[in-house]
Structure formats: structure tokens, C-alpha cells
């Protein structure tokens, strides 16, 4: 029986803010344009008559702990170190499950992907080093080696639906690959001296996760508690960057369900007949009866799904709408003074211009050549070589990632700076370039290069 639509009551708040909200969130594109618009804010108020108390909010002091024992950082550490954890968390969990069940499960379908995205990460930091090759400012070379994930499949979207879904997987997969790749560097290279005791202790909070995965825990609440309070602490305080904590707590994530799909079908399927044939009340709520069926459908419902798959998705608009635009509002400012031309044109900036602008592209490009002249890959369904040019330029806008790794490797303030210019100016012009030239691929057939 078809159920009329008067039998779903709508409120003024479900079609003036629930319903504009959900679709806007839902969009594609709007997490790369949130993204930007917090980016140009940020520009914006850095270079306005409200530059310095912008600039001085950051500053402020934020402490949490009881009696002696005590974390005290300013509010922009609190953004880098706590905030962007959970960030890194959310990377971890699409990265288990691309390796799990995606793109990263089938080495035939990984291999090019994974490649380009090694080669997008050698080369940029290769060509830094030209720029770089001595003194204080060597230690930026991280700096062009990563990707923004939610830009670059952000200018993708808004291409529409000419783009092959391959590429969009391409992109996606590259981008995580690099988003590893960027873990490990910051853990390997961009760590302050350690604590062992609070690394051990680390360590052990690991170990209970990982045993409580094995035992079948799925609590969410579980693993939050001891992921935050326990590795979390543990990392911030033992000099290994606490972003770490946030990819290790990720793989620690059961990606098991309870009940196989069959098994769901067929209790949804009784529960549903009980459900119709329950005592219906006739007061607004439900009936107890009722009750105690939507109850176990919903047991069931979150039993059919795994606790990786539920955080990733719940989690996904946290990150995207709050913590990453709180992050390009707190990172992206940059007073542009008098001796911008100087600052544009110094070492930094010109290494990390280059580096993504140019060594990105090469990197990404260059290796997928070498891939198929080899034959140990071939080209994705529907995508020709523009549009793997065009991936190469959109590899290329750094921006989250790039600042992110910008503020460990300078705590010099006129180099921060420089790295923030060659960042922004990079990113930008990629995501034009890239833009048009898959635009313009989108009207050629999927050809081979010409070797």
C-alpha cells in the first residue's frame, strides 16, 4: 500500500533549516568551498583594521588537567594538536576501509594509484631541496609532498557528472595514499624529543585497543574514551606528535559486522510484520508494544554495520564543516605587507610553489607514464591521459595538509609565513589549471599516451 505523503508530518524547522542544511552538507562541493571561504576569511581579516586582535585570538592560553597535572597550550596548539586529531582519525578510518574493502584491496586496481601518489610525494620534496639545500630552511621539504583531499575532490565535483567515477576513485585513493605517506613523515621527521615513559604508556593504550578489537568490542563510547584520554594524552605529552594518535586509534576500529546481510533481512523482515500488526496508540507516541520492535530494528540495524563504517559517516560532516574550516581560519592568515614581493620570491616560497605547482604534477604524471610504458597497470575506464594531467594539477593544492605540516617544520614567523604564501599560491592556481584541463578532457575519448 502506497503511504500517502500527509502520513509524514513536516515542521517549519525540518523545511526552513533540517532539510536546506542536510542538503547542502550532503553536496559534494560544499566542503572544498567551506574550506576556501574559512581560507579567505582568514586572508581577509589578517590584512583588515582587525588584523591584530585576529592575530592575538589565536594566543590565547587554554589549559586542561587537575592539580599538578596540567597541559597549558595557546588556542591555535589546541586546534593543531587536538582538533586536527580527529581529523587525521577520519583519514584513518577511510583508510582501513579502502584497504579493507576499496581500492586499496585490489593490488591490480592500487598499483597505479599508490605509484603516482609516491611519485607526487618524492618529487615536490625533491624540488624544494633545490631551493633548499642548506641552512634553517631545509626542514620545509615536507611541506609540497601532501594533497587536499577535500579540495581537490572538491573541484572535481563541481565538474559534474561528465567525470568518470574512475577518476574520482583515482584521486580519492591517490590523496589517502599521499595522506599516509604525510603521517609517516610528520611521525618520522617532524617529532619533538621523546618521552619514552609517555610513549610507553601510549603503547600500552594501544595494546588495550587492539585487545578489545580481537574481543569483539564495538562500543564507540569504548574506544573513544581510552583513543582520546589514554593515546591521545599519552602522544601529546611524549614529544611523538598527537595527530599519530589519531591514525593509530583509527586502525584500531572494529570493520566487522555483528549479523550478515541475510540474517538482517530476515529479522527486518519479522520485526516489520510485528511492527504492522503491534497495538497502535493513539496519543503522539508510540505504543510500548511499537516501542520494543523500533528498539530491536534499531539494535539490529546498527548490529548489521560496522563500527568503522558508523564513525567514518557520522564523523565526516564534523570534520568537513567545523574542525577543517576552524583549522584554515586559525593557519591561512597572512598579512600581506610591503615586502610581499620579497616574501613571495624568497627560498620557501619558491620551493613549495615549485614544488607542488611543478614537482606534483611530474611526480604524479611522470610516474603514471612510466606504470603503463611498463605495463604493470593500465589506464582506469574511461579516463584518457588529460585527465590524468589534470589529476596531477589537482594533487597539486596542498593547502590543509601543507599548512598543517608548515607549522611543525617553521617556528620561525617570517618563514611560517613565506610557507603560507607559497602554500596559497599554489594551491590556487593548480585548482584552476586542473579544473580546465579535465574540463577539456571530458570531451575526449579514453585514449593511451602517445610513448
Do not use: C
Not at 585576529?54 to 586546534?79: A, C, P, R
Not at 593543531?80 to 577511510?94: A, H, I, P, R, T
Not at 529479522?267 to 505504543?287: D, H, I, R, Y
Not at 564543516?321 to 619558491?350: C, H, K, R, Y
Amino acid at each position: 500500500m502506497k503511504m500517502k505523503d500527509d502520513n509524514k508530518r513536516t515542521y517549519p524547522v525540518d523545511r526552513w533549516i533540517i532539510d536546506p542544511l542536510s542538503r547542502f552538507i550532503n553536496n559534494s562541493t560544499t566542503s572544498g568551498i567551506v574550506l576556501f571561504s574559512s581560507a579567505a576569511l582568514a586572508l581577509l581579516l589578517s590584512n583588515s583594521p582587525w588584523s591584530e586582535e585576529f592575530q592575538q585570538l589565536w594566543k590565547h592560553q587554554v589549559s586542561i588537567g587537575y592539580d599538578e597535572y596540567i597541559i597549558s597550550k595557546d588556542l591555535h596548539h589546541w586546534i593543531n594538536d587536538g582538533l586536527m586529531s580527529l581529523f587525521f582519525f577520519v583519514v584513518g578510518l577511510e583508510l582501513k576501509r579502502e584497504i579493507i574493502a576499496g581500492e586499496l584491496s585490489d593490488p591490480k586496481k592500487a598499483v597505479l594509484p599508490i605509484a603516482a601518489a609516491m611519485g607526487g610525494m618524492l618529487v615536490p620534496a625533491l624540488v624544494y631541496l633545490i631551493f633548499n639545500h642548506s641552512g634553517d630552511t631545509v626542514d620545509g621539504w615536507g611541506i609540497p609532498m601532501a594533497t587536499d583531499i577535500a579540495f581537490a575532490l572538491g573541484v572535481l565535483y563541481l565538474l559534474g557528472d561528465k567525470v568518470p567515477l574512475s577518476l574520482k576513485i583515482f584521486l580519492t585513493v591517490l590523496a589517502i595514499v599521499d595522506d599516509l605517506g604525510a603521517v609517516l613523515v610528520i611521525a618520522l621527521f617532524y617529532t619533538s624529543d621523546i618521552n619514552v615513559v609517555s610513549l610507553v604508556t601510549g603503547a600500552g593504550f594501544m595494546v588495550v585497543l587492539i585487545v578489545a578489537n580481537l574481543m569483539g568490542v564495538r562500543s564507540t563510547i569504548f574506544y573513544g574514551i581510552v583513543g582520546i584520554a589514554g593515546l591521545w594524552l599519552a602522544f601529546i605529552m611524549s614529544g611523538v606528535h598527537a595527530t599519530i594518535a589519531g591514525v593509530l586509534a583509527a586502525f584500531t576500529i572494529p570493520a566487522r559486522v555483528k549479523v550478515s546481510a541475510d540474517y538482517y533481512s530476515q529479522k527486518l523482515e519479522g520485526l516489520l510484520v510485528q511492527f504492522k500488526s503491534a497495538e497502535v496508540n493513539t496519543l503522539p507516541t508510540v505504543s510500548k508494544e511499537q516501542f520494543k520492535i523500533l528498539s530491536k530494528i534499531e539494535n539490529f540495524s546498527e548490529q548489521a554495520l560496522t563500527p568503522l563504517q558508523r564513525l567514518e559517516h557520522s564523523m565526516h560532516p564534523f570534520v568537513a564543516f567545523l574542525i577543517m574550516p576552524i583549522f584554515a581560519l586559525s593557519n591561512a592568515g597572512v598579512e600581506l605587507s610591503g615586502d610581499f614581493p620579497t616574501q613571495i620570491q624568497s627560498p620557501v616560497s619558491m620551493g613549495i610553489f615549485f614544488g607542488l605547482l611543478v614537482g606534483k604534477v611530474i611526480g604524479v604524471v611522470g610516474v603514471v607514464y612510466l606504470i603503463l610504458f611498463f605495463k604493470w597497470a593500465v589506464l582506469p575506464q574511461g579516463v584518457n591521459m588529460w585527465h590524468m594531467w589534470g589529476a596531477g594539477f589537482l594533487a597539486a593544492i596542498g593547502f590543509t595538509m601543507s599548512l598543517f605540516i608548515s607549522g611543525l617544520a617553521f617556528r620561525q614567523e617570517e618563514y611560517a609565513v613565506q610557507a603560507k604564501l607559497g602554500v596559497l599560491a599554489a594551491s590556487i592556481i593548480a585548482s584552476v589549471i586542473g579544473y580546465f584541463i579535465i574540463r577539456i578532457a571530458n570531451n575526449k575519448g579514453p585514449v593511451s599516451p602517445s610513448l
